[in-house]
């Protein structure tokens, strides 16, 4: 039986995040589940894992942006059933930016999600997380390497993202793991995307296909469960994309 984590993963109200939570709260973790607009999909899911095991799903909004909120949300965390074993940074805006037209507001918003409010979560966290030997994950990007064209800022973030994971591995180190997960193609965008656009996408996939959430969470896992000799590293789930590029 392995062991119960108390887990803070922001933006798990829908998507990805939602599919992790499912997942560790199967493995018998608790959850204080972040969120910031998606309070109906927030409060539904937790609705539903509280009614398999009460107590076990705790919900916080919070503007990450916003420095006091985020420090509310790692206070809150660090209360919830005794403490915080693993911070999970999986919240995320995604957009595209023509580099001609790209605004100081776009440049915050992106850079804020991917790259700040993740160092300053992990730095209110730090005291808690040291004290149990704990672990953060970072859900980073295959294009965070190379840049995706037409999303400079994004890029730029989760380029930033990786550096913070191989750096904050060093400076948290030996009692903190810090390691990363770099999704290629999981789901498709909210945006509606043409058959061929997801097609071309598919061919540069070596398994021709693209990824499930649960790769994701399976990673996750891993990570927080199995990899104790592995920090400051970057797991890449791509189905092989980056093979071709």
């Known amino acids: 039986m392995r062991a119960k984590k108390n887990i803070l993963i922001t933006g798990a109200a829908k998507r990805v995040g939602a599919h992790c939570v499912r997942y560790l709260h199967g493995q018998g973790c608790n959850i204080v589940l972040h969120y910031r607009s998606s309070s109906e999909a927030a409060n539904e899911l937790a609705n539903e894992l509280n009614e398999l095991r009460p107590d076990s799903v705790r919900l916080y909004q919070a503007d990450l942006h916003d420095i006091q909120e985020l420090q509310a949300l ?19 805006a995604f957009y595209a930016t023509e580099l001609a037209e790209v605004t100081e507001a776009q440049w915050d918003d992106l850079l804020g999600s991917n790259l700040k409010s993740p160092f300053f979560l992990i730095q209110a966290l730090a005291s808690t997380l040291q004290s149990r030997n704990g672990c953060v994950i970072n859900i980073v990007d295959i294009h965070a390497e190379k840049g995706l064209p037409g999303f400079p800022v994004y890029s730029i973030a989760k380029a930033g993202l990786a550096a913070l994971t191989k750096i904050l591995a060093k400076e948290l180190a030996p009692e903190i793991r810090v390691n990363a997960v770099a999704p290629g193609a999981i789901l498709w965008p909210d945006h509606q995307l043409a058959e061929q656009q997801k097609q071309e996408i598919q061919n540069k996939v070596a398994l021709q296909r693209i990824g499930s959430p649960d790769d994701i969470a399976k990673a996750i896992g891993y990570l927080i469960y199995d990899a104790q000799y ?10 092989g994309r980056t093979l071709f590029s």
Do not use: F
């Not at 915080?84 to 999986?90: M, S």
């Not at 592995?230 to 189905?239: R, V």
């Open 230 to 239: 592995m920090t400051g590293q970057i797991m890449t789930l791509d189905g």
């Open 74 to 92: 790692a206070d809150i965390a660090k209360q919830a059933w005794g403490g915080v074993d693993v911070l999970i940074n999986n919240a995320s």
